[in-house]
């Protein structure tokens, strides 16, 4: 592992921390709909005006160029910030953006990049479907090539924000002969194009304001130049997406719940008094807590580390299953702190949404189960 901090870089970050501090939007974030997208497009467009968007993405596509230190840095100084999460734009700026970047040829560099770190285009992905989601590679959407255009037949589920986005990651069978694994390509979706339909789906930390839809294609077209990185070459690039997704993508979050876990520390010794947390059992979760996050941010660091030389593949998978178990433990903890409260002032923060929401953390980017056969057989060489 190659990471430590310069002095340019604690310049970087006190930049970043006197930006932040003056910066940060005023009122709580709302959680759906197109007020969420008001919200979380206006943040973005603030942080890319002000050039802290895309702090490691090249410059000719209107990032920073800057190593991955420093955007850990300012995930580091976001956290501390009490930074809004505008969680509507993260398949774009942390795994369809970067994996455009690394796979992308110049004009999907050129069209489709910019817009993502601007606010302007928000993406979602269309991976999972009804009969596969573990077992990705059996996807059967297909898409048949008509000229110079790809025609789409099929669905997707489990398409987060699927109703706000603008475009789509999106996996489609282009082979069907070929082997599961070779006949896959990996497309950009303009989510306007006739020929799409969206059906919202219900959960339980919103019963009338969907957070998933499931996209319905009938012979959807897209121009064949939306392939990414080679036709039937897909499950690569797709390889790639996860990587990002289960990786880099997650510093954030853990960050942020290491942020979280020391507030709790602080609300339990307010609560029950410092002296009874040596021996409650609230105070050994806690303890238990603080040392999962330091394992965490060990790992962050070899993350950063890893993917500075290149991406950082199945090793991801260490992070995603770490910083999805963590979330849950973190969110149930801090409803037994704040007790009764978390029920009867939701204006304070969103526990309860929170907590609720954590159900998810050992699904969605793969469930755990998959994260370990991936650390097992693919990290550690185990057999199948
Ligand atoms: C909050 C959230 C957001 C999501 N957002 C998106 C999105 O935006 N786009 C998208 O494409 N998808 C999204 N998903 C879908 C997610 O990727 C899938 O739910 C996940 O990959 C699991 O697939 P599945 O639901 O079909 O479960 P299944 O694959 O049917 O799995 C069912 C159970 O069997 C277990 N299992 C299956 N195979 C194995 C195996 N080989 N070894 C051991 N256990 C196994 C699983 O661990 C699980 O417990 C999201 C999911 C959630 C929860």
Known sequence: MDLHFSAEDQQFREMARDWLRDNIPAGRRPHHGEEMRTFDTAWQKTQFDAGWA???????????????????IWYEEYARAG????????????HAGPTIVSHGDEHQKRKYLKPVLSG???????????NSGSDLASLSTRAEIDGDELVITGSKIWTSHGHLSDMQELLVRTDPDAPKHKGISWVIFDMKVAGLELR??????????????????????IPLANVVGGLNNGWKIAMSTLGFERGTAQ??????YAHLVEEMITRAKKRFGSENLHTDEIGSRLAQLRADMAAARAMTYMTVSRAKAGNPGAES????????QVQQKVRRL?????????????????????YLRTFSTTIAAGTSQIQRNIIGERVLGLPK
């Open 54 to 72: 895309g702090i490691s993405w090249p410059t000719e596509y209107g990032g920073l160029g800057l190593d991955l230190t420093r955007q850990l």
């Open 83 to 94: 930074a809004p999460d505008n969680h509507l734009c993260f398949v774009g700026l942390n």
């Open 120 to 130: 302007e285009s928000i993406w979602c992905q269309g991976f999972s479907e009804p």
């Open 200 to 221: 919202p789906i219900n959960i339980m930390t919103a019963p009338n304001l969907p957070h998933f839809v499931q996209c319905f294609y009938d012979e959807a077209r």
């Open 251 to 256: 510093i954030k979050d853990q960050i942020r």
């Open 317 to 324: 998978s260490l992070m995603r299953a770490m910083v999805g």
């Open 334 to 354: 801090a409803l037994d702190i704040i007790g009764p409260e978390a029920l009867e002032n939701p204006d304070e923060d969103d526990w309860v949404y929170f």
